[in-house]
């Protein structure tokens, strides 16, 4: 009795198992496909990353090249710059100079007003028809200007280094805002360099944001997979166990089973033999066997 009563229950507890071991193998079925996808993703991504980190790079170097081309180019336009402003201080200096060269030759006039002058009381007598008198007075006046002209020799050196300076100046000027130019329009192309590395800098941040949270998920599902593995290895382990012992019961079940037939069967055929005996008839072969086989039972050599 109590081995049909184990048997039930080992039966029971199997087909519990049975539904466990089940739906274990497709947690673990689930978990590993989940893991291998999310550990793919995490891989794509950091091979994405590492693409954006090397176009970063070359972005810098392309920037770090051209903010060493800009400082060259600051330098150039500096140093014009400060040409220029050498130059201008110094036809400064010359301009105060002449001022007091006029006031010491007491000329009234600039060495190129006189010239000036000169030139169109000149071409007075030659173009025009004027008196005797008025030429006098005319040549009078062309010899007193080219005697001034002469003594402010000392105007025109003043003045033709404050022409070779002014040319210098509208020269270096020129230079310097001609590098003032190419800085402004590299700082054009710089910008467009600047935000393609911040753009790129921000799809990096991004993506190692997402390469986190697939690595957070692949170690998610990972935990699961080897808890569910953990699981249904024990369960299996008991299944094996159970399955065993269903099966040893099972053997014995079926051995007292054949033992009660067989023992029915002998039990009738004893009887035969007693009536055989009472009625003093003849017993066979068989008979003897029979009645053999009940004296053993009787001194309990047959398992019960």
């Known amino acids: 009795m109590f081995e049909k009563q184990r048997k039930l229950k080992l039966i029971k507890r199997l087909r519990i198992l049975e539904k466990e071991i089940s739906t274990l193998k497709n947690k673990l ?28 790079k070359e972005i810098k170097v ?46 009234g ?16 007598i030659e173009t025009e028809i004027v008196s005797f008198k008025t030429e006098q007075k005319i040549m009078k006046q062309i010899k ?19 022409d070779q300076f002014s040319g210098g100046i509208n020269s270096s000027k020129k230079k310097a805002d001609y590098f003032h130019k190419v800085i402004q329009e590299q700082a054009k192309l710089n910008q467009s360099g600047y ?23 692949f170690l998610d599902f990972k935990r699961i997979f080897i808890q569910s593995n953990s699981l249904l290895k024990n369960k299996l382990i008991e299944n094996s166990k159970l399955k065993q012992e269903y099966n040893r019961i099972s053997g014995l079940l079926e051995k007292k089973d054949k033992y009660k037939k067989s023992n029915k069967i002998l039990e009738e055929k004893s009887k035969n033999v007693e009536e055989k005996l009472k009625k003093k008839q003849k017993l066979t072969t068989e008979d003897l066997l029979v009645f053999q086989e009940k004296e053993k039972e009787g001194k309990g050599e047959y398992i019960k």
């Open 144 to 162: 007193k200007l080219k005697e001034s002209y002469t003594k402010s020799t000392e105007i025109k050196n003043i003045m033709g280094k404050i």
């Open 62 to 107: 392309k920037k770090d090249n051209f903010n060493e081309n800009v400082k060259k180019l600051k330098d150039q336009r500096n140093r014009y710059n400060r040409e220029v402003g050498d130059l201008i201080s110094k036809v400064g200096s010359l301009s105060r100079e002449r001022s007091e060269a006029l006031k010491k030759f007491n000329l």
């Open 195 to 217: 935000e393609e590395f911040i753009g790129t800098s921000k799809k990096i941040n991004v993506l190692k944001f997402e390469q986190e949270q697939a690595f957070q998920k």
């Open 29 to 56: 079925n689930n978990a590993s496909e989940n893991k291998e996808s999310w550990f793919k993703k995490k891989e794509t991504l950091k091979k994405d990353i590492n693409k954006l980190i090397t176009k970063a």
């Open 109 to 124: 006039l600039s060495p190129s007003k006189i010239k000036d002058k000169i030139d169109a009381l000149e071409q007075q």
